[in-house]
């Protein structure tokens, strides 16, 4: 069935003007009135509904009642990834979204290619917002993980313990091809305090990032002797932590 999500207030029995986006995708999907789909908006839970009309640039839909279904892993873990470049960082996301992650934190590292200025910077972050939000439409979790404001990892490293209780990280971990433990290391059971997973770009961490993240109490772990692209290591992180900790 087709899901989309949507940023409105939902209620059951609501008839719902529906974004000009879900408008837009209910087209491309050739859907019609009377056509079954399911909302949500991020809070939780998913609405069935019933398409009632559809225009060119209008359609509305009636609720029904709120189903609590989740999908979400019984453990929250934080993506803290140096900015790779190209259309990595979008792959990253969607992927990472896919195999549970609750947050993104993209980090701007000394070995990041991209640059990006306020501006551009805010632009990404929409972007990728939006691929969060399509990528929890297609994978089935109700709750978008929130993509945060890029951050210089200096700055983030020295202010982790000074954030609010719903970015605070009772463990954290850095993946470093220099690191003496391996992912046997970590935890058989799924903590119950979040977490966070620490990953350079192209060329991973500087040495001076990685001494800077082992000061903020990251234990760093290495996965073997072949050296994994930035876009593989993560999602090979979090593939073995969903199957360790019970994320499927």
């Known amino acids: 069935m087709p899901r989309f999500f949507t940023d409105a207030p939902l209620h059951a029995g609501a008839l719902l003007d529906l974004p000009e986006t879900v408008v837009r995708h209910v087209q491309v999907l050739r859907l019609k009135t009377g056509d079954a789909l399911t909302l949500f908006n991020g809070t939780g839970g998913e609405y069935p509904a019933v398409l009632t009309t559809l225009e060119k640039r209008h359609a509305t839909a009636q609720l029904g009642e709120h189903d609590t279904r989740e999908a979400e892993a019984p453990y929250r873990v934080t ?13 990253l996301i969607e992927k990472a979204i896919e195999l549970g992650v609750t947050d993104i934190q993209p980090l701007a590292t000394e070995r990041s290619v991209i640059r990006l200025d306020a501006e551009r910077a805010a632009k990404r972050i929409a972007h990728w917002q939006a691929l969060a939000q399509a990528a929890c439409e297609q994978c089935g979790r109700n709750r978008v993980p929130r993509i945060l404001p890029i951050r210089p990892i200096a700055a983030w490293l020295r202010e982790l313990d000074a954030q609010d209780a719903m970015t605070s990280y009772g463990w954290r971990v850095l993946l470093s091809p220099r690191a003496d433990s391996g ?9 119950s305090e979040p977490g966070v997973l620490l990953f350079g770009p192209e ?3 500087a040495p001076q990032e990685e001494t800077l993240a082992r000061e903020a109490g990251f ?12 876009e593989t290591a993560g999602m090979a992180v979090l593939a073995a932590l969903a199957a360790r900790w019970g994320g499927w």
């Open 79 to 91: 993506l803290a990834q140096g900015i790779a470049g190209g259309d990595k960082m979008d792959w």
């Open 183 to 191: 992912f046997d290391s970590l935890p058989r059971e799924a903590p």
């Open 219 to 230: 234990t760093a772990i290495r996965l073997g002797e072949r050296v994994l692209r930035t």
């Open 203 to 205: 060329g991973g961490l």
